[in-house]
């Protein structure tokens, strides 16, 4: 083996592992004061700037997250009939359902913001199939311009 394939060889070995662990999954938080799980469900829609009536959002990309916090609890996404289930830890502590996405209507892109906030969902457990907390969110969009930013939670 040539040396700098053998210098390539072993940086590899050596940048893999951490570029790998950058990678992976963030550990949602488990609240000190969780009880298990419990579960969220809705329906996903928004509503363009170009007309009034509310469209279901299909694939929309759902976070649950500790009330006024940054720690996230869950997140899941929406099926093609903008319908979602999540589950999420059960406890006494309020959470907050956040949706960002992209929407494209014809030519034209659109960024889709909502969410619900100081959701108390209680200490019962619930899988995703049972009878869940149920949560509707409308999403707002805007025209997407590139470089500008368009929203803050």
């Keep these: 083996m040539k040396r700098n394939d053998h210098f390539a060889y072993v940086l590899g070995l050596i940048l893999l592992p951490t570029v790998m662990a950058g990678c992976a999954p ?3 938080e488990r609240p000190a004061d969780s009880l298990g799980s419990t579960c969220v469900q809705g329906t996903v829609w928004y509503r363009g700037p170009t007309h009034p009536d509310l469209v ?8 649950a997250w500790r009330h006024k916090t940054e720690s996230p609890l869950g997140e899941t996404q929406a099926g093609k009939s903008g319908s979602y289930c999540l589950e999420v830890p059960a406890g006494n502590f309020k959470m907050d359902l956040r949706i960002w996405g ?8 659109y960024t ?3 969410s619900r906030n100081a959701i108390e969902l209680g200490t019962d457990a619930m899988k995703c199939g049972e ?3 149920k949560i509707d969110i409308v999403t707002e969009c805007r025209k997407f311009i590139p470089g500008q930013r368009h929203f803050d939670y």
């Design 26 to 28: 963030r550990e949602m």
């Design 56 to 63: 279901r959002y299909p694939f929309a990309k759902i976070t």
């Design 102 to 109: 992209l929407q494209r209507l014809g030519k034209i892109s």
């Design 112 to 114: 889709c913001k909502g």
């Design 131 to 133: 009878e869940c907390t």
